[in-house]
């Protein structure tokens, strides 16, 4: 079946303790892309990526890391998180770039105390 | 980033009748639009997309209308279904890689 996966789907940590959330696909999509929703502000892009090793800053990259080592994985580091970083994230991949049809993942609720 | 507003946060419609809903956009150089339904508890799914190039674009049971002269964007939801009960974002794209999302809106469908 194709998809995304995001793991975890649900975590709580506390201010400053590094996390990743991973997300993978299995379409062989070269453009994956990372959004965080947070009530009444819709989803704001994070980042995003064309294509292995080619990764670039969206609408509100700060406190985030991202890395493309391979096509299918595309990881969300927080190397320091902090209590504003919580919301609900969601990671989407297209075939090639953004104006090809995204298909999301499931999302992550993450919760910073 | 790019202001992508709706101008309802909330619609309610009987079943069966069409429902529409609109959404403002901002920057002018934005050549792509889309709109995606998002159920509770799940990721945002494709509906339909329009390029800059065209002003309508009809689907299944679902139209999107685009006036760039208002700036306007509007999805048209034909025959509506308790199954099309979710929140429906509107995106605008810039550069191929780059979307600015509304802030959504609530369509309720009363049985």
């Known amino acids: 079946e194709a998809q995304v996966t995001q793991n975890p789907r649900y975590l709580i940590t506390v201010t400053g303790k590094k996390l990743t959330v991973t997300c993978s696909q299995n379409?062989?999509?070269?453009?994956m892309s990372w959004y965080r929703q947070d009530p009444g502000l819709g989803l704001r892009q994070i980042y995003y990526?064309?294509?292995?090793?080619?990764?670039d800053k969206g609408d509100v990259p700060e406190g985030y890391k991202v890395s493309r080592k391979e096509k299918r994985n595309f990881p969300l580091i927080l190397e320091s998180p902090s209590p504003n970083q919580t919301s609900l994230y969601f990671c989407?991949?297209?075939?090639?770039?953004?104006?090809?049809?995204?298909?999301f993942g499931p999302g992550t609720r993450l919760t910073v105390l | 980033g790019e202001s992508v507003g709706l101008h309802l946060p909330t619609l309610s419609v009987q079943e069966g009748d069409n429902s529409i809903i609109n959404c403002a956009y901002s920057?002018?150089?934005?050549?792509?639009f889309i709109w995606y339904k998002q159920e509770s508890g799940k990721g945002p799914q494709f509906i339909i997309d329009?390029?800059?190039?065209?002003d309508k674009r009809q689907g299944q049971r679902v139209t999107v209308l685009l006036n760039k002269t208002v700036k306007h964007l509007s999805l048209q939801i034909a025959a509506t279904q308790p199954g099309d009960s979710a929140v429906y974002f509107c995106?605008?794209?810039?550069?191929?890689?780059?979307?600015?999302f509304g802030s959504g809106t609530k369509l309720n469908v009363k049985p």
């Open positions: 989407a991949s297209s075939l090639r770039t953004g104006v090809d049809t995204q298909y």
């Open positions: 379409m062989n999509h070269e453009y």
């Open positions: 990526s064309m294509n292995v090793e080619v990764t």
């Open positions: 920057n002018s150089a934005s050549d792509y």
């Open positions: 329009i390029r800059s190039n065209m």
């Open positions: 995106a605008e794209n810039e550069d191929f890689n780059k979307f600015y």
